[in-house]
């Protein structure tokens, strides 16, 4: 069964997550889908929901001038089931 359209800014947190599964998002993901207050969102929903437990890699690399740059890789530890009952809880809410 597919997935609702995200609601709101937790679901779509949430719903980030999901999509991007065992790679993990980050924030590049994220604002490819015009949603720059991801890290944000997911940190409020990981206050509110303890269960949810969430891996932050800092990952780094090169950027287009060769300069060195460092970002978060963010991957849920929470199984897929408890991400997508989490995802249609928080997709009701509001």
Not at 25 to 34: C, L, N, P, Q, R
Not at 38 to 54: D, G, Q, S
Not at 59 to 78: D, P, T
């Amino acid at each position: 069964m597919p997935l609702q359209k995200p609601k709101n800014q937790h679901a779509l947190a949430i719903r980030l997550l999901i999509d991007y599964g065992s790679k993990g998002v980050t924030m590049k993901d994220a604002v490819k889908d015009y949603f720059y207050k991801f890290n944000t969102r997911l940190n409020e929903v990981e206050k509110a929901h303890p269960k949810l437990k969430i891996r932050r890699l800092r990952m780094n690399a090169k950027n287009r001038f060769g300069h060195s740059v460092s970002f978060l890789n963010y991957k849920s530890i929470a199984p897929t089931k408890y991400l997508i009952n989490l995802y249609n809880v928080l997709n009701k809410e509001k």
